[in-house]
């Protein structure tokens, strides 16, 4: 057997969200929701990945193709109900054929959901040759789900959601994850007589699994790790499993070696790698494509986005994008790289330092109050504080380029398209507009007047 098809329910709107957004693309470590579910769904390979939407459905299945691979878009009509999302999605698929095998059906808000997780849903509903398994856990606190129903000898009898349950429904501590996996003809045959006949007049895909029991038995599998399938319907709950998620990354990267002193602050993304000994201090976010090499001290009070941070270097209190940051180099406090930079070995970027596609050469420093943009510097060339590079005409970016054992003077202006050859000494104050060539000494006339006795206009 194999998997057919796999719906993802994506048209609901979420409400409770309270947000102009649909709430599958609300995001949980930087990814949608609808990106993570389909990540995990894609591991199981079903031959047909459908999407189902409806509340900004445009918006929804923009989405969903942009995260790549092969996605069939199913747009759910009028009728509300994730029993009709289904009913949407079986009669678009059953027109390109026969379905056979099995269909993999989930909820796009439950962020974590990973492919363990659903594998082993799948082994357990072929082993247990049922025609239908839902995938249920144990809540302390199980308000707002749905309460699997069990019959005396502990088989499945059918699934209560909260605003139709009694009281005697409501103390059942297992609830539906809203993942299950039916044989396709069972599945056709038990959604075909839904109705709307519940407190939320809509068309619940939990009555099919009541229906499926004239055609198969039905079961139930209960997920080994309770957060991998928490649904998120607000923002309280979003922070809390966003939190304890983290929580979970930051403890995996402890017991691979990384100094974390305080998780409740330190944001680290899926796709980052961290090195053994890696230091992260409180405070930090790190995101995207980062990767941090042994011995590096990150923070505290630190993001960095797609960076790339090499052994030994020590970035603190400042923003990092789309840059390198070489062997012990020193970063921060209060430095912003905007993305392009390349910084080599032993280099400083220190105080208000802001940089964007500089090269940096080994050794080089720009301690202070600097901007350098579109530029490279030179191998040990030192830069003076609040030295500044204009790279922009109001036309075109220019460069500047600075060579290797430089010493530039405080204030300096550095008009670009200019080029400053090596060994040169550059006196304070000076604007820089012509080349200049090497092991030369330039500075800018800049006149002092002195006016003797001079008091302000309110004093005369
Ligand atoms: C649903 C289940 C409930 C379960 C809970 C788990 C039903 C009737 N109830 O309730 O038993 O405990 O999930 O989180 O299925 N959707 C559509 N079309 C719709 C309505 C919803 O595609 O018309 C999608 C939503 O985008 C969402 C998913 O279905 O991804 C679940 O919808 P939601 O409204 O969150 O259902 P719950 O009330 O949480
Ligand atoms: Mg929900």
């Given at each position: 057997?194999?998997?057919?098809?796999?719906?993802?329910?994506?048209?609901?709107?979420?409400?409770?969200?309270?947000?102009?957004?649909?709430?599958?693309?609300?995001?949980?470590?930087?990814?949608?929701?609808?990106?993570?579910?389909?990540?995990?769904?894609?591991?199981?390979?079903?031959?047909?990945?459908?999407?189902?939407?409806?509340?900004?459905?445009?918006?929804?299945?923009?989405?969903?193709?942009?995260?790549?691979?092969?996605?069939?878009?199913?747009?759910?009509?009028?009728?509300?109900?994730?029993?009709?999302?289904?009913?949407?999605?079986?009669?678009?698929?059953?027109?390109?054929?026969?379905?056979?095998?099995?269909?993999?059906?989930?909820?796009?808000?439950?962020?974590?959901?990973?492919?363990?997780?659903?594998?082993?849903?799948?082994?357990?509903?072929?082993?247990?040759?049922?025609?239908?398994?839902?995938?249920?856990?144990?809540?302390?606190?199980?308000?707002?789900?749905?309460?699997?129903?069990?019959?005396?000898?502990?088989?499945?009898?059918?699934?209560?959601?909260?605003?139709?349950?009694?009281?005697?429904?409501?103390?059942?501590?297992?609830?539906?994850?809203?993942?299950?996996?039916?044989?396709?003809?069972?599945?056709?045959?038990?959604?075909?007589?839904?109705?709307?006949?519940?407190?939320?007049?809509?068309?619940?895909?939990?009555?099919?699994?009541?229906?499926?029991?004239?055609?198969?038995?039905?079961?139930?599998?209960?997920?080994?790790?309770?957060?991998?399938?928490?649904?998120?319907?607000?923002?309280?709950?979003?922070?809390?499993?966003?939190?304890?998620?983290?929580?979970?990354?930051?403890?995996?990267?402890?017991?691979?070696?990384?100094?974390?002193?305080?998780?409740?602050?330190?944001?680290?993304?899926?796709?980052?790698?961290?090195?053994?000994?890696?230091?992260?201090?409180?405070?930090?976010?790190?995101?995207?494509?980062?990767?941090?090499?042994?011995?590096?001290?990150?923070?505290?009070?630190?993001?960095?986005?797609?960076?790339?941070?090499?052994?030994?270097?020590?970035?603190?209190?400042?923003?990092?994008?789309?840059?390198?940051?070489?062997?012990?180099?020193?970063?921060?406090?209060?430095?912003?790289?905007?993305?392009?930079?390349?910084?080599?070995?032993?280099?400083?970027?220190?105080?208000?330092?802001?940089?964007?596609?500089?090269?940096?050469?080994?050794?080089?420093?720009?301690?202070?109050?600097?901007?350098?943009?579109?530029?490279?510097?030179?191998?040990?060339?030192?830069?003076?504080?609040?030295?500044?590079?204009?790279?922009?005409?109001?036309?075109?970016?220019?460069?500047?380029?600075?060579?290797?054992?430089?010493?530039?003077?405080?204030?300096?202006?550095?008009?670009?398209?200019?080029?400053?050859?090596?060994?040169?000494?550059?006196?304070?104050?000076?604007?820089?507009?012509?080349?200049?060539?090497?092991?030369?000494?330039?500075?800018?006339?800049?006149?002092?007047?002195?006016v003797k006795g001079w008091k302000p206009a309110w004093e005369r």
């Amino acid at each position: 057997m194999a998997l057919s098809a796999a719906i993802i329910l994506a048209a609901g709107e979420g409400v409770r969200m309270r947000s102009s957004k649909p709430k599958v693309l609300h995001e949980l470590a930087d990814k949608t929701f609808l990106e993570r579910v389909m990540t995990s769904v894609r591991r199981l390979e079903p031959a047909t990945l459908a999407v189902v939407v409806r509340y900004q459905a445009r918006r929804v299945a923009d989405a969903a193709r942009s995260y790549g691979g092969q996605v069939t878009i199913v747009e759910q009509d009028d009728i509300a109900g994730t029993g009709r999302a289904v009913q949407c999605a079986m009669t678009q698929l059953a027109a390109k054929g026969p379905m056979r095998g099995e269909v993999l059906i989930t909820a796009a808000d439950m962020p974590l959901l990973d492919a363990d997780t659903l594998n082993e849903l799948l082994d357990f509903h072929r082993t247990s040759g049922d025609g239908a398994t839902v995938l249920t856990t144990m809540l302390d606190d199980p308000t707002g789900y749905g309460r699997i129903i069990r019959d005396a000898g502990g088989g499945v009898l059918k699934i209560v959601e909260q605003k139709d349950a009694n009281s005697g429904e409501l103390s059942v501590h297992e609830v539906n994850t809203s993942v299950y996996v039916f044989d396709a003809g069972i599945l056709s045959n038990a959604i075909a007589t839904l109705d709307a006949n519940n407190a939320q007049g809509e068309f619940y895909l939990t009555d099919a699994l009541e229906s499926a029991k004239r055609y198969g038995s039905v079961g139930a599998f209960a997920a080994p790790d309770p957060l991998s399938v928490e649904g998120v319907n607000d923002r309280v709950q979003l922070a809390a499993l966003g939190k304890q998620h983290n929580r979970r990354v930051c403890e995996y990267w402890m017991r691979e070696g990384v100094t974390i002193p305080d998780a409740e602050t330190t944001w680290i993304g899926d796709e980052v790698q961290l090195s053994s000994d890696v230091t992260v201090l409180p405070g930090c976010f790190l995101q995207g494509h980062t990767t941090v090499a042994a011995d590096a001290v990150v923070g505290p009070y630190t993001t960095l986005i797609d960076a790339t941070i090499d052994e030994g270097a020590h970035v603190e209190r400042c923003r990092i994008q789309e840059s390198h940051i070489g062997k012990d180099a020193q970063i921060g406090p209060w430095t912003y790289l905007r993305p392009g930079n390349d910084l080599a070995e032993g280099t400083k970027a220190g105080a208000y330092v802001e940089m964007k596609k500089a090269h940096i050469g080994k050794g080089t420093k720009v301690p202070h109050l600097s901007y350098i943009g579109d530029a490279q510097l030179g191998e040990h060339t030192n830069i003076g504080g609040g030295t500044i590079t204009a790279n922009y005409d109001g036309v075109h970016k220019n460069r500047t380029q600075i060579g290797s054992g430089v010493h530039v003077g405080a204030g300096n202006l550095f008009v670009a398209p200019v080029e400053v050859g090596d060994e040169v000494t550059t006196g304070a104050g000076s604007v820089v507009r012509h080349d200049v060539p090497d092991g030369a000494m330039v500075y800018s006339e800049n006149t002092q007047h002195i006016v003797k006795g001079w008091k302000p206009a309110w004093e005369r």
